[in-house]
């Protein structure tokens, strides 16, 4: 863990102890996930009068009416993801936001591909990941429906926004054995897990969820 990982201002461990509690006993099991979402300083990525709400399990909002996801939801993706796996290995997020969820990444696995499709949310996530010395985790604005297919393929794809359907081209940059989460549906809508075997594309639904919607283009 870097030095910007272990002394982080004005959040006290005991604060982040605390949300880790809640995550267990709200049903997160994996301890490799569990570890990295205690290490990274949530307050950083949250606009300034909402740092003293960082470490509460609910989603907080961002500039341009994006949010920064709920602790337990970015946790349960990511542990549904890591499950019956050694390594998550090369990993692409679509909607970066504000740079949170690939920091978490970015405790997990050395490849983080993270892309954003708002610039001003990208270079907040840019300085966010500097403060905390992440230089791994490689950011693009870009469309994510089209996902990153000069860094294809990927063992592990994360959406942080729901779609109708998934779209294809982040099917296509799916490796072989690879997992692909993604929200999908209207209301509600609910946790996609999609693994690519060796007949096709196997997929499974798991819990309810809220996200903003994926969009196309860059803006």
Sequence with gaps: ???????????SQRTRT??????????????????????????IFVEEA??????????????????????YVVARMIELLHAGRDKLGKTLEIGAGCGYQAAVLAMLTREVF??????????????HLKQLKMSHVRLKHADGMKGLPEAAPFDTIIVAAGAAGIPQPLLNQLAPSGRLMIPIGADPQVLCLIERGPQGFVESRFDAVRFVPLLPGVD
């Design 1 to 11: 863990m870097s030095a910007a990982l272990a002394g982080t201002g004005m959040m």
């Design 18 to 43: 605390r949300m880790i509690e809640r995550l267990r006993v709200e049903g997160i099991r994996d301890e490799r996930v569990l570890t990295a979402i205690a290490a990274v300083p949530r307050h």
């Design 50 to 71: 909402m740092a003293h709400r960082a470490y509460e399990d609910t989603a907080l909002p961002l500039i341009l009416g994006q949010t920064i996801s709920q602790p």
């Design 114 to 127: 993270a892309v954003e499709r708002l610039g001003q949310l990208l270079t907040k996530a840019r300085e």
